[in-house]
């Protein structure tokens, strides 16, 4: 198969998941735009980052006026998954593969990227990647873009509306996992409890910022379920 040909099949099967990243970025435009970003800045925080929940994250920190250490802790939590997909991904490169293209894919992993990767049997084809992520990531940009000027343009009442409709994504994020794991649903239950006794019950904690209060949950969270329950061998061959 030619490159050609390889980034060509990208372009196709990248093309539908832009279509799901429209729809979701705008929501995150709304967002963005709640935090004092214009359309430009929205669209480079998108093209920068490309992740719905870190840049949530880092939105949610703006509009705190939270510091920047708080902003790229808080970024770094939100999207360490990513480290872990770049770490398996890497392991499916020729390795004859030059160091650029390593860079360049790794640049454009996002969680649906990522299992268009991994679908393929084989080893990783820049081309192909190169490919998806030209029809979908200049799409997720565009949703955060449009999202801010029509945040700027609908009236308040409106835009409040709109802003709860990127609850709602996240919601469709975690049920579907957690209705599936019950470790999922525990740490989602935990999370939202322990969010409220954090910001409400404990005066040390509901001193601190959203933000910080976010970062130090999403650790705390995340490290019991990994001490408690970790991955076995086994689940992480049945999910690849």
Known sequence: MTARHSFAEGLRDGFPIGLGYLAVAFSLGIAARNAGLNA??????SALCVASAGEYAGFTFIAEHA???????GSIVANARYLLMSTALSQRFDPKTPFVHRIGVG?????EIFGL????????DPPYQYGAMLASIPLWCIGTSAGII???LLPARVV????????GMFLAVIM????DDRVVRVCVIASFAASYVASY????????SGGTRTIVLTVIISAIAALVRPVTDEEVDHAA
């Open 150 to 152: 029509a945040g700027n």
């Open 201 to 208: 019950l404990i005066p040390l904690t509901s001193a601190w």
């Open 160 to 167: 409040t509306a709109l802003s709860a409709s990127l609850f």
């Open 107 to 111: 640049l454009g992993v996002t969680d």
């Open 117 to 124: 990767a991994i679908a393929r049997p084989g080893a990783v």
């Open 40 to 45: 430009f800045q929205g669209f480079m925080a």
């Open 67 to 73: 510091s920047y250490l708080e902003i790229i802790v």
């Open 176 to 179: 579907p996992a957690a209705r």
